[in-house]
């Protein structure tokens, strides 16, 4: 049987103060175990993240490497000479400990094949031989830094730092073809797998809010709901945007209105802002948001940077919801009746006409 050491930069499986991604993540490592492979996992995570026992009894192995702000210093400052310190994000997890962590394990165990997962797990793939390289790429992450304001003139640079590593793998998974192609803008002349993502149920969360208390206050009212990790620049500072200019034209359109914000690690400016305007409930994290998905009026996804399949978004459809998303936050994803995109200020109209049907709709039926 062939041996795989896993190289993730969080815990797969969907518990604990985890992202979306580690849906993912648990996807790859149950394709990869009904294919016959003997499965080695590293998984380097904060002390908040917890593994899932039903992953972990899939894996040969599977470890947990505690991962604390001072190793991510440390990584960035080892990985100086592959470009870190302008790319951080490939090298967080390659402190010096942690890559004789991985030196140990590729010496102590034959294996020919090492699967990378996560960019933030990217920058140890130069120090893995002459194995077989596979690398799930999550995100393009240049193309995520030219879309941010204040980083975009740092994006030719990433992108050559992303190539340059990204070559020492022989294959590379994308969940979508757009991000296929822009892989293969990098140079990149290896294989190219697209694995799109199925079935990804969102993060399950110990000590979230529980969701039926949160549906329990929807009434008759209608409500709009937006999931994500508000530590995530992405989501903070597209919800930020959207309160401020987008949201007051919807509630002055329909008074009724409210959204709730669900997602760990809300920033207080993101409260201050909700308090000031009105009409929006920061939950925070969430015990599972899939039953307030299904009870919500509408889902929105107002992103305006970001890359790579926004797996909130499927979650979401798949849960039956309505989704009003811009094109970033759609990117990527199949296109269906109950995902509509709109960008900026079409937004506004978009979910108000949605809103309106819907009324309608439950008029008429009754």
Not at 41 to 65: D, E, H, I, K
Not at 156 to 180: M, N
Not at 320 to 333: K, N, P, R
């Amino acid at each position: 049987m062939a041996r795989i050491l896993f190289i993730t930069s969080a815990h797969p499986g969907g518990s604990g103060f985890i992202g979306a991604g580690e849906g993912i993540c648990e996807s790859s490592l149950r394709t990869l175990v009904a294919a016959g492979y003997e499965v080695h996992v590293l998984c380097f995570a904060s002390l908040r993240q917890q593994p899932n026992p039903g992953v972990v009894a899939l894996c040969a192995s599977y470890r947990t490497l505690a991962q604390s702000g001072m190793q991510s210093v440390f990584g960035i400052l080892r990985g100086w000479r592959w470009g870190s310190l302008l790319a951080p994000w490939f090298f967080t997890r390659c402190s010096p400990s942690n890559l004789r962590v991985v030196s140990t394990a590729l010496a102590d165990t034959e294996f020919k094949e090492v699967w990378i997962d996560f960019p933030s797990s990217l920058g140890f793939a130069p120090y893995l031989g002459d194995r077989f390289v596979s690398y799930f790429v999550h995100d393009v992450v240049s193309q995520k830094v030219g879309r941010r304001p204040l980083l975009a003139f740092l994006a030719r640079r990433v992108e050559a730092i992303e190539q340059r590593l990204a070559a020492f793998s022989r294959r590379c998974y994308v969940l979508s073809d757009k991000d296929g192609h822009l892989i293969r803008q990098l140079g990149y002349a290896g294989d190219i797998v697209v694995s799109p993502p199925m079935n990804v149920h969102a993060g399950l969360v110990e000590g979230g809010r529980p969701a039926a208390s949160i549906v329990s206050e929807f009434s008759e009212q209608r409500n709009l709901v937006f999931f994500g990790n508000m530590r995530r620049p992405e989501n903070h500072w597209s919800m930020m945007y959207f309160i401020a200019f987008r949201y007051r034209s919807i509630r002055r359109i329909c008074p009724d209105v409210r959204l709730w914000i669900l997602g760990i690690a809300p920033r207080r400016s993101l409260r201050l802002l909700s308090y000031w305007v009105g009409g929006v409930e920061v939950v925070g994290a969430v015990d599972d948001p899939v039953l307030v998905f299904q009870a919500a009026t509408l889902c929105v996804v107002p992103l305006r940077f970001g890359a790579g399949v926004k797996i909130k978004v499927l979650q979401m459809l798949d849960a039956g919801a309505t989704v009003v998303s811009t094109t970033v936050g759609a990117e990527g994803i199949v296109a269906k009746d109950s995902l509509v995109v709109a960008d900026d200020a079409e937004f506004v109209t978009a979910v108000c006409s949605l809103m309106a049907s819907q009324v309608s709709s439950r008029k008429a039926s009754t």
